[in-house]
């Protein structure tokens, strides 16, 4: 097994270069002077020409690339030109506040959508299966922002419960000394309940708007998957061996559902920990999403470059996560290369 | 006792007790530090502590101009509505203790008690050294600094230890004003240094991240992009102690969630909304709104006048008759600017400047004015605006082009990212644009040197030239200089008209700068900068 997983890691690598240089020449295709944008307001052409040499874009691509590459291998991901800060520690603080949302939210649709699902695949045509088909498409078809500005609107603006959309923490509290970067376990580690509290009610919202969005798929691939399960032979052979339904339903089909549910949760995971930009936004969330999207405006190019690597590296390791765990729920699945 | 501190020692005895009751136990202590603390909300946040950085923003000058202290600065007087506006032409020391104004040169006592964050005191050298840096390190603060014509180290001369002069290159109405700007901050030489390297010999790696001067207030904390918390100073001498002891300023980018949380009491003070909103927290009046006119800004429609049709001044004054503009002060700002249009026709021009002009919308003039310049059945051109102001600019842009088709002018509306609007103004190819211009220092002349003077600055985006409009501006910026009143008069009232006749761009109004606060946040101060200046403001 950790030969396979070394074998993987290493076909990972030709795909990693390949991504290194193209965002790199697409970050230099991007319309925009960085140079000018960075003189500032009142720049003469004397001051732009100075700020490009200082950031090094006067030399010719390849030169640049060498460079780029040459810091990489040291770990280096440059600075950001936007925020003043080196890229690889933005997203080491970053990123953490993105995961610990985006796993919340997923925690949350899992929650709701699994045994929604299973429900619905179980009681076809019922009202939970009606309640299944309404909350997926309502969830899919509202886009984040919206639900997003909704949620705030009503549960901070006309209620109160909730609290201030400003980020990870209230204002007066502190955030925990970081071991994770995760400010719930963190907080639990630190044994700061306060800041555990706060923590818990600023992730409430975002958790439900990214949970809403991502309902539909694993609800809808879970009931269509035990469906297909449900109808198959051996479970047939269980019912009419006389087994519970409760134990057909949970021991047998349900675990052998699981593999395309498995696949779409690894799908949603990485889709939401990039995408989630509008509920970053609208929660004045410091996660990776909006730092990205700030950058590409600023046609800045070391963080969009340290983004879109790290978002590689995410995407090889989650699949290497998922096919091992392919190969613990259902042992007929072979890891291989 | 800080509450974390104490919550620690507590929890270990009862963590699991304490929890759910801590809100309780904690309200009397928020509530403490929630009467000295100042929460800003804005959508962005400084890239850069130093304004002497590489590309610090906008945002960023806001930190230097609270933590850090300049030599002089300006006065207070009453502005318009009764808030506090900066007094141009009247200066108070501020790390000086007293200023001599000479002929050829300035002399400065330093505060003798005045003292570094790090508790150094401030001295003549660390005043040489800050000046020095900001004229060498290239970029704005070393242009900002020509503006006043302060360009070599050899100008700031060490008297003695708590004494400085600063010579005049030449004669410069601007040198003095230009010293009280935000840029010849005193920066803590002894500290900077150590940090320093070779390939940064004036430490701007250091002070990018952290403040290193003698102001009112320090930054203990800042998250890029998300928070930036700064601590009174309480050893500050330059001026009367601030009464906020702590400012929290957070990054919300959710325009609706920044007016939400103000509009809750949660958030003290915020600005950058969309004009719609402050015209309705104006009008329900639970929160204070206040709207100043950017002081030597303006925002205008600017024309390429080197290429057709534009070059031809009937064209541009047509184009001048068809401007919607009382629809764009409607529709687009919701009344939150001063016209910078429709001067009566008899009123004679002032020497001041913004002031209207005397165009207004007359389609059938415009109409008539295009025919007499060959192009009855109009043309196609292209305006192009900047979307980092879309909320501004693309409506304006829209109503423009709306009114322009009523004379057959077929208009493309091209939207420039942020990023690439520095680089399409260098350039100098956009036929039609609509941009803002506002100047620190607030004289007419300093604003016709950049827009309208024919050595064809950034700013002269209509690369317009005129050798009379070029002996009228340098003229105007002899006279000042010499305090020649008449000459000066005569040449800022002839530029003037000579912009408006040729009109190579078409003012349109003078913007506001929009704060909304809590009715308990008083002592909001305008500067030239339109920033916070948190050491005058008080709360309760």
Not at chain 1, 251 to 278: D, E, H, K
Not at chain 2, 261 to 281: C, T
């Amino acid at each position: 097994m950790l030969a396979m997983i070394g074998k993987r890691l290493l076909f990972a690598i030709p795909s990693l270069i390949g991504v290194v240089i193209v965002t790199f020449l697409l970050t230099r295709a991007l319309p925009g002077d960085p140079a000018a944008y960075f003189a500032g307001p009142a720049a003469t052409k004397e001051a732009v020409d100075q700020i490009r040499k200082k950031l090094g874009f006067d030399k010719p691509l390849i030169e640049q690339f060498v460079r780029y590459s040459t810091d990489l291998a040291h770990g280096d991901l440059g600075s950001s030109l936007t925020t003043g800060q080196p890229v690889a520690a933005e997203l080491r603080s970053r990123l953490p506040a993105s995961a610990e949302l985006t796993l919340l939210g997923l925690v949350v649709s899992i929650v709701i959508a699994i045994p929604l699902g299973v429900l619905a695949a179980t009681r076809p045509g019922s009202w939970i299966d009606h309640l299944c088909r309404v909350t997926t498409t309502a969830g899919v078809s509202l886009p984040v922002f919206f639900t997003g500005l909704v949620l705030v609107y009503v549960f901070y603006f006309r209620l109160g419960w909730s609290p201030a959309p400003l980020g990870r923490l209230d204002v007066f509290t502190s955030a925990p000394p970081t071991v994770t970067g995760f400010y719930l376990v963190d907080a639990l580690i630190a044994r700061d309940f306060e800041a555990f509290r706060s923590a818990l009610s600023q992730l409430i919202l975002p958790a439900v708007t990214l949970a809403i969005f991502s309902l539909a798929p694993i609800a809808r691939m879970t009931r269509a998957s035990m469906l297909a399960v449900l109808a198959s032979d051996f479970v047939r052979t269980a019912r009419a061996s006389g087994l519970s339904p409760d134990k057909v339903i949970v021991t047998y089909a349900f675990r052998n559902a699981m593999l395309p549910v498995i696949t779409t949760l690894s799908m949603v995971f990485s889709f939401l920990l990039g995408a989630n930009v509008l509920v970053e936004k609208v929660f004045a969330w410091p996660g990776i999403g909006s730092y990205a999207v700030e950058a590409l405006i600023a046609s800045d190019f070391a963080p969009v470059q340290g983004f879109v690597l790290t978002m590689a590296v995410m995407y090889v390791l989650l699949n290497l996560m998922i096919d091992i765990l392919y190969g613990v729920i259902d042992p007929r699945v072979r890891l291989e290369g | 006792m800080k509450r974390r501190d104490f919550l620690k020692s507590v929890s270990g005895l009862a963590a699991g007790a304490l929890a759910p009751t801590a809100p309780a136990i904690w309200s009397p202590a928020k509530a403490d530090a929630r009467s000295e603390t100042l929460l800003i909300v804005s959508e962005g946040g400084p890239n850069n502590l130093d304004i002497h950085g590489v590309g610090t923003n906008v945002p960023g000058y806001e930190v230097s101009w609270n933590c850090y202290d300049r030599l002089i600065s300006h006065e207070m007087k009453s502005g318009p509505g009764g808030v506090p506006y900066y007094d141009r032409d009247k200066f108070k020391p501020e790390l000086a203790e007293d200023f001599n104004i000479g002929d050829m040169s300035v002399t400065f006592k330093l505060r003798k008690n005045a003292k570094f964050h790090d508790g150094t005191p401030v001295t003549a050298k660390d005043v040489k050294w800050s000046l020095d840096r900001a004229v060498s390190v290239g970029g704005f603060p070393t242009f900002q600094m020509s503006a006043g014509s302060l360009t070599k180290p050899e100008q700031f001369v060490i008297v003695d230890d708590y004494t400085v002069r600063v010579d005049f290159l030449k004669k410069d109405k601007l040198t003095i004003p230009d010293l009280a700007v935000i840029v010849p901050c005193v920066v803590n030489s002894e500290l900077v240094k150590k940090n320093a390297s070779e390939k940064d010999p004036w430490g701007l790696e250091f002070t990018k991240q952290q403040t290193a001067g003698s102001g009112a207030y320090k930054v203990t904390k800042w998250t890029a992009g998300t928070e930036v918390v700064m601590e009174r100073n309480d050893e500050w001498v330059s001026g009367p102690l601030p009464k906020i002891k702590r400012v929290i300023w957070r990054m919300v980018p959710q325009a609706g969630n920044r007016r939400a949380l103000l509009e809750r009491g949660d958030a003290d003070i915020s600005y950058e909304l969309p004009f719609k909103d402050f015209q309705e927290m104006k009008a329900n009046g639970k929160l204070n709104v206040v709207s100043l006119p950017f002081s030597n800004g303006i925002q205008y429609i600017g024309m390429n006048v080197t290429k057709p049709p534009f070059d031809n001044p009937k064209v541009r004054q047509a184009m001048a008759y068809a401007m919607p503009y009382q629809k764009i002060m409607d529709a687009v700002l919701f009344g939150l600017a001063n016209p910078m249009f429709g001067a009566a026709k008899d009123k004679p021009t002032e020497v001041a400047w913004p002031q209207p002009t005397k165009y207004y919308t007359d389609m059938e003039k415009a109409k008539a004015l295009l025919a007499e310049a060959g192009y009855a059945n109009g043309f196609e051109t292209t305006i192009s605006f900047d979307l980092n102001f879309a909320g501004v600019n693309e409506p304006l842009c829209v109503l423009v082009q709306e009114s322009l088709a009523q004379l057959g002018i077929k208009t493309t509306i091209n939207k420039v990212p942020g990023a690439n609007w520095r680089t399409e103004l260098t350039k100098k190819e956009m036929p039609l644009f609509t941009n803002v211009f506002s100047g620190w220092l607030d004289y007419p002349e300093y604003f016709f040197y950049w827009c309208y003077h024919g050595n064809n600055s950034i700013f002269n985006t209509m690369s317009y030239k005129s050798p009379e409009m070029d002996k009228l501006i340098d003229g105007a910026r002899i006279a000042a200089a010499n305090g020649d009143t008449a000459a000066y008069d005569a040449d800022v009232t002839g530029f003037v008209d000579l912009a408006f006749a040729d009109i190579p761009r078409i003012p349109l109004y003078q913007p506001f700068v929009n704060v909304a606060m809590q009715k308990n946040v008083t002592g909001y101060e305008y500067w030239f900068h339109r920033r916070l200046d948190y050491r005058a403001m008080a709360k309760g």
